[in-house]
């Protein structure tokens, strides 16, 4: 029999649900069972993909070009899944497939009763398993008015499929006043009150705090929240403890908003850890002297995707001082196609080279429109989805870093394309999906989107060959057949030495070109 846990949050919203959803699937996996995740959005939209990364953050690509909230790129990570547009349910989509006139109830609150439980049992791994538990976040804070319909249905729910299968957690916020320090209880016990009134009560109550829980305080939450004192769980911030430092500059065009970013930042994360550096990000948007500043402090520079003539310039600027430099650089997406725009200028001497999106009349088009792509047009009209990469050269830094891989297939979700030859095309030659820069301890450039495949434990070879180039460990990597001896993990710029100790040499896991 399936089993069902539902993750409501409260209080305020981006508590971290879907960290929460994604770590409880993940102790479950690795207790044996396949799991899959569902994510609720409650707004009309039918998916992420026209929203502002203002707005609502990044938008995540799945394997299908669904494009889907950046938690279902939390619980692709986590639980190194696959996941399809249809693990993203919004409002939008639940109207789409229901006449406008439908009531509430029932209409409404069976459709998603019935999405959910179709979805939950798609396989979601490469054994084509049928899954055994379905964790479902649903998205904002209880009280919300657009959620109702959601949470009404998950009332009736948990009869239709039995107590014994469905399971509740509540994410809340402890606040702690500086002015005080004390751990206050009354917004979780109001929030937990509020869902009880609307008919769901809590197995777990998840408490996000900045420290570690009192013990009376989880007994206080116990007693006014209807459940054991061991049904509380403390979700406190913890320090980091790495001691090599490695920095890398994103210049980007929303960065004063993270979640903009989100998938970029956690493939960055997950190449710091494969070699035991903590990772700063220098991402604040700041005048233009001390974005500057940052920029030539930083051991690396990353530009990503993004869409729109604002900031392509400054980015430009950025780009050819990382080539100047020398400093290792990655570009992703857009950041490919201005790293090709700059190389076009100052290089070869075309002074108005540009993409075709930031300036039609340009006598050196070296970005242009895709056949398919209708200019007056933005839903609905991008290269989406998972597609192969081939390589063309043999000597490809990024081949290497593939494990010396033919072909890669990876995400994209773009409009324009390069008239360039370089070391990575698609199937049909036609498009150009990599460059890379001789005499350069890093330059490289992709058309598609590594991040959104990027694991903790499997880090994405673009954002890897970034943080080795930017930790001075590039060469040394490459020279061991792409493996990482503990030696490896310290930077030879910090002076710092490794353990005295040998240990046998630790291979990453390899990456699927399946």
């Known amino acids: 029999m399936m089993k069902y846990i539902l993750v409501t949050g409260g209080v305020i ?191 777990l109550i998840m408490c996000r705090c900045s420290t570690a829980l009192e013990t009376s305080v989880k007994e206080k939450i116990s007693m006014f929240c209807h459940v054991e004192p061991e049904q509380v769980i403390c979700v406190h911030d913890v320090s980091d403890r790495l001691l090599e430092h490695c920095s890398i500059a994103l210049v980007g065009k929303y960065t004063k908003f993270s979640d903009s970013y989100a998938s970029v930042i956690k493939a960055l994360e997950h190449s710091a850890l494969a070699i035991s550096h903590k990772l700063e990000v220098k991402e604040e948007p700041v005048k233009y002297h001390e974005a500057w500043q940052k920029l030539c402090s930083a051991d690396g520079v990353l530009v990503p995707g993004g869409f729109g003539v604002r900031g392509t310039e400054g980015k430009i600027h950025a780009i050819n001082w990382a080539r100047n430099q020398k400093k290792p650089f990655l570009g992703v997406c857009l950041g490919m196609q201005l790293a090709v725009c700059e190389f076009a200028r100052n290089t070869l001497g075309w002074t108005d080279a540009n993409s075709t999106e930031f300036d039609p009349e340009s006598k050196h088009p070296v970005v242009i429109d895709m056949p398919e792509h209708n200019p007056g047009q933005m839903g609905g009209t991008m290269r989406l989805g998972k597609r192969r990469t081939i390589f063309k050269t043999n000597n490809s830094v990024l081949r290497k870093l593939y494990g010396d891989a033919e072909y890669v297939d990876e995400r994209h979700r773009h409009r324009f394309e390069k008239g360039f030859h370089f070391v990575g095309q698609d199937v049909e030659g036609e498009r150009m999906e990599v460059i890379e820069l001789d005499d350069h301890p890093y330059f490289v450039g992709v058309q598609y989107h590594p991040e959104f495949t990027s694991r903790p434990m499997k880090p994405s070879p673009p954002y890897l060959g970034l943080l080795l180039a930017a930790a001075g460990k590039l060469q040394s990597y490459l020279q061991k057949g792409c493996r990482l001896s503990p030696r490896d993990t310290y930077s030879d710029r910090s002076g710092s030495s490794s353990p005295d100790s040998e240990i046998s040499e630790l291979k990453l896991p390899s990456i699927s070109n399946e």
């Open 13 to 203: 919203s981006g508590i971290g649900k879907g960290i929460i959803a994604s770590s409880v699937g993940t102790i479950l996996k690795s207790c044996g069972l396949h799991v899959t995740a569902i994510k609720i959005d409650p707004y009309i939209n039918i998916d992420a993909g026209t929203f502002s990364p203002y707005e609502h953050g990044e938008v995540f690509v799945l394997d299908d070009g669904g494009e889907v909230d950046l938690d279902l790129g939390n619980y692709e990570r986590f639980l190194d899944i696959r996941l399809t547009r249809d693990n993203n349910l919004t409002t939008g989509k639940i109207y789409q497939i229901l006449h406008l006139s439908s009531p509430v109830v029932p209409h409404i609150t069976d459709a998603i009763q019935e999405w959910v439980v179709k979805q939950a049992k798609v396989p979601v791994e490469d054994d084509h398993v049928e899954p055994q538990v379905c964790v479902i976040e649903l998205g904002g804070t209880v009280g919300d008015i657009e959620s109702m319909p959601f949470i009404e249905a998950f009332r009736q729910f948990q009869f239709k499929v039995k107590r014994e299968n469905f399971c509740n957690i509540h994410v809340s916020l402890i606040p702690q006043p500086s002015a005080t320090g004390e751990q206050k209880t009354k917004p979780t016990q109001n929030s937990v009150r509020e869902l009880r009134g609307l008919g769901l009560s809590p197995d």
